[in-house]
Structures are given as structure tokens and as C-alpha cells.
């Protein structure tokens, strides 16, 4: 399951899930580094927990960077390290599927995450579910879905990785609930 296609059947909204999304320095996990972590628990359909952490990257954090999420050296000085953030976010998916819009990137930041659980990406789930969309971004999905008529997801911004995943979660059970077989 470490793909979207082919495991349409194993998309069963009773089992648990987790919606993960991180801010970065940049684009390359070989030389970026993760700056706010975040993960939206699911089980039966329904949100059952949030989470989110700065994480200092112990690295300045580059300025197109920051002009994308708003983070700044300022605001993870005092942060915990990627390897605190990492322990606790394992043992918030240590149950679940972990789900991802674009999860090559967020899982290729999570390479311990991405070892210990089977994963899907919404992404791949949206080009299905909705081949008509303008494109598959997670906010024009937004947009396009109307997902911003759900209170969880009105008003919230662009780039921050709590943002950023229930964005993800509303398009992931929208997802679901359209390809759903009979």
C-alpha cells in the first residue's frame, strides 16, 4: 500500500488513519530539513485528534522558504529537534495509514515514517476521484471541492502544516467516499 493505485479496496474509512503534512527549508531531503510537522488522526470516518510541532532545523531556514510558510529562524529557536518530533509523530501513526497530499515529498522528509507504515496519497486518490479538477493541488482541491463550506477548514491560510492537513483530511474522505465501491 505504499501507493494509491491498486489499493482503491483497501480504502476503508473504519480503519485508522493518519493525515500528515511538513514544512521545510526546501525541496531536497537530503539537504533540507523539516520545520513544522503536523497530523490529523482518523478512525471511522471521523477526526479523532490533531497535532502539530515547529521543529528547528538547526539551520537558518532560507528566505523563499519562509516566504512560502510564514516560518522564521525566530519561531523555532526554542523549537524541539526533528528526532524528539520524529518519536512522538511514530507513535501517533503507529496504528494507522499514513495519508499525504504529494506524499513522495512529506514521506521522503519522513524516512522512518515512511518505512515503519503503509501509505497513501491523496494526490494520486484526487486525479482519480476528480479527473475535471483545474489541477490537483491541495488549494485548488480546496477550492474546487467547496471545501471551505466545513467549519474545521473555513478561514484557515495556506502553508502550515496543521493547515495544510486538514486540507488534506477533508480531501482524503471526499476522496474516499467517491471511489467507494459498492
Given at each position: 500500500?505504499?501507493?494509491?493505485?491498486?489499493f482503491?479496496?483497501f480504502?476503508d474509512?473504519?480503519r485508522?488513519?493518519?493525515?500528515?503534512?511538513?514544512?521545510?527549508?526546501?525541496?531536497n531531503?537530503?539537504?533540507?530539513?523539516?520545520?513544522?510537522?503536523?497530523?490529523?488522526?482518523i478512525?471511522d470516518?471521523?477526526?479523532?485528534?490533531?497535532w502539530?510541532?515547529l521543529v528547528?532545523?538547526?539551520?537558518?531556514?532560507?528566505?523563499?522558504?519562509?516566504?512560502?510558510?510564514g516560518?522564521?529562524?525566530?519561531d523555532v529557536?526554542?523549537?524541539?529537534?526533528?528526532?524528539?518530533?520524529?518519536?512522538?509523530?511514530?507513535?501517533?501513526c503507529?496504528?494507522?495509514?499514513?495519508?499525504?497530499?504529494?506524499?513522495?515529498?512529506d514521506l521522503?522528509?519522513?524516512?522512518?515514517?515512511?518505512?515503519?507504515?503503509?501509505?497513501?496519497?491523496?494526490l494520486?486518490?484526487?486525479?482519480?476521484?476528480?479527473?475535471l479538477?483545474?489541477?490537483?493541488k491541495?488549494?485548488t482541491?480546496r477550492?474546487?471541492?467547496?471545501?471551505?463550506d466545513?467549519?474545521?477548514?473555513?478561514?484557515?491560510?495556506?502553508?502550515?502544516?496543521?493547515?495544510?492537513?486538514?486540507?488534506?483530511?477533508?480531501?482524503?474522505?471526499?476522496?474516499?467516499r467517491?471511489?467507494r465501491?459498492?
Amino acid at each position: 500500500m505504499r501507493n494509491s493505485e491498486g489499493f482503491l479496496g483497501f480504502i476503508d474509512l473504519r480503519r485508522s488513519y493518519a493525515v500528515i503534512d511538513v514544512e521545510t527549508t526546501g525541496f531536497n531531503p537530503a539537504v533540507d530539513r523539516v520545520v513544522e510537522v503536523a497530523c490529523v488522526q482518523i478512525h471511522d470516518g471521523d477526526i479523532v485528534g490533531t497535532w502539530s510541532s515547529l521543529v528547528n532545523p538547526q539551520r537558518p531556514i532560507p528566505p523563499q522558504a519562509s516566504a512560502i510558510h510564514g516560518i522564521y529562524d525566530e519561531d523555532v529557536v526554542n523549537a524541539p529537534a526533528f528526532e524528539h518530533v520524529e518519536a512522538h509523530l511514530l507513535g501517533l501513526c503507529s496504528e494507522s495509514v499514513v495519508v499525504a497530499h504529494n506524499a513522495s515529498f512529506d514521506l521522503g522528509f519522513l524516512p522512518a515514517l515512511a518505512a515503519a507504515r503503509p501509505s497513501l496519497c491523496s494526490l494520486q486518490l484526487a486525479r482519480r476521484a476528480f479527473p475535471l479538477a483545474p489541477n490537483h493541488k491541495n488549494q485548488t482541491l480546496r477550492y474546487y471541492l467547496r471545501l471551505d463550506d466545513d467549519p474545521l477548514i473555513a478561514g484557515l491560510g495556506a502553508h502550515r502544516a496543521l493547515a495544510d492537513a486538514l486540507v488534506t483530511t477533508a480531501i482524503f474522505l471526499r476522496c474516499a467516499r467517491t471511489l467507494r465501491r459498492p
